[in-house]
C-alpha cells in the first residue's frame, strides 16, 4: 500500500509540473460559511470553511477541494478534474466525506472496491443556453461508490438535474434562482429512493444573492442561501464571505 501511494503522489506531481511547465493557470479561493448545503442538503452546520485549489490548461483543469467545521465535525476532501469549452462544462468528482461520527467506510482513502468504499464518484455537466438566454441547465450522476441499495450489489445511480436563472444582476449585487429534482436511474424499491431525498421530486428550490463588501481597495463577496427541500420537508439558510479568490 505504501508503494501505491507513493507512485500516485509521484505520478500527480508530475502531472502538474507539466502543467507549469506549458503555460496552465492557478487559481484557488477560500470561504467561511455557517452551514455546507448541497442539493437539498444540509451536509453540515455550524463555522464551516471550503476551499479548492485548481490548475488550468487551456480547456482542461483539475484539482482538490477541501471542506470542514470548526469544531472537527466534518471533514471533506475531494479530487476533480474538468472540461470547459464556450458555454458547455463537464466534471468529473471524487468525494471523500471522512467525518468522524460517519456510518460508513472513511478510514480507508484509497479503497475503491465498490462493496466497501467510503466514497463517490459523481459526474457533473451543465450547459448555458446562450447569452440572451443565460438559463443554466444541469445533469448530475452519481456514478459510483456509497449510492447502493441495502443489500450492498448495485449502484442506484442517483440523479439531480437543475435549472439555474440570473434572476437580477447590477455591479453590487447579484440574485440568481435554482430549482432541482433528484431521482435514482436504479432505484431501489422500499428503500430511501435516491442520494439526496427519501423519494423522487423536487428536492431544491433556491434563492442566492450575492453582494460585494468594499473596504479600502478589497472587495469580499458576501452571499446569502435561502434553500427549501419540499420532497423533505425542510428548509436551511446560509451566509458565507469570501475570504479571497484568485
Known amino acids: 500500500m505504501m508503494g501505491h501511494n507513493v507512485r500516485l503522489l509521484l505520478l500527480c506531481?508530475?502531472?502538474?509540473?507539466?502543467?507549469?511547465?506549458?503555460?496552465?493557470?492557478?487559481?484557488?479561493?477560500?470561504?467561511l460559511r455557517n452551514n455546507h448545503l448541497w442539493r437539498g442538503m444540509e451536509v453540515a452546520a455550524g463555522l464551516i470553511y471550503t476551499g479548492d485549489i485548481q490548475l488550468r490548461y487551456k480547456d482542461v483543469y483539475g484539482g482538490f477541494w477541501v471542506g470542514g467545521s470548526a469544531d472537527?465535525?466534518?471533514?471533506?476532501?475531494n479530487n476533480f478534474v474538468g472540461y470547459?469549452?464556450?458555454?458547455?462544462?463537464?466534471?468529473?468528482?471524487?468525494?471523500?466525506?471522512?467525518?468522524?461520527?460517519?456510518?460508513?467506510?472513511?478510514?480507508?482513502?484509497?479503497?475503491?472496491?465498490?462493496?466497501?468504499?467510503?466514497?463517490?464518484?459523481?459526474?457533473?455537466?451543465?450547459?448555458?443556453?446562450?447569452?440572451?438566454?443565460?438559463l443554466k441547465l444541469s445533469w448530475n450522476t452519481v456514478l459510483f461508490g456509497r449510492d447502493r441499495n441495502v443489500a450492498n450489489t448495485q449502484n442506484k445511480y442517483s440523479s439531480f438535474v437543475a435549472a439555474e436563472y440570473p434572476i437580477y444582476k447590477n455591479e453590487q449585487?447579484?440574485?440568481?434562482?435554482?430549482?432541482?429534482?433528484?431521482?435514482?436511474?436504479?432505484?431501489?424499491v422500499g428503500e430511501r429512493a435516491n442520494f439526496f431525498?427519501?423519494?423522487?421530486?423536487?428536492?431544491?428550490?433556491?434563492?442566492?444573492?450575492?453582494?460585494?463588501?468594499n473596504i479600502a481597495d478589497y472587495r469580499i463577496p458576501l452571499g446569502l442561501w435561502g434553500m427549501?427541500?419540499?420532497?423533505?420537508?425542510?428548509?436551511?439558510?446560509?451566509?458565507?464571505?469570501?475570504?479571497?479568490s484568485f
Request: with cysteine.
Open 173 to 188: 449585487i447579484t440574485l440568481q434562482g435554482r430549482i432541482g429534482y433528484s431521482f435514482a436511474l436504479n432505484p431501489a
Open 13 to 31: 506531481c508530475c502531472c502538474m509540473q507539466v502543467l507549469l511547465l506549458y503555460g496552465q493557470e492557478i487559481h484557488s479561493s477560500l470561504q
Open 72 to 77: 472537527g465535525s466534518y471533514k471533506e476532501f
Open 228 to 244: 427549501w427541500n419540499p420532497v423533505d420537508n425542510r428548509a436551511a439558510l446560509q451566509l458565507s464571505l469570501q475570504v479571497y
Open 84 to 134: 470547459r469549452k464556450k458555454r458547455l462544462q463537464v466534471e468529473l468528482w471524487d468525494i471523500f466525506n471522512y467525518s468522524p461520527d460517519a456510518a460508513y467506510n472513511n478510514r480507508e482513502f484509497f479503497n475503491y472496491k465498490a462493496r466497501e468504499t467510503g466514497r463517490f464518484l459523481d459526474f457533473r455537466s451543465n450547459y448555458i443556453l446562450s447569452d440572451q438566454l443565460p
Open 197 to 213: 431525498s427519501h423519494k423522487a421530486g423536487i428536492n431544491e428550490i433556491s434563492l442566492l444573492v450575492e453582494r460585494n463588501l
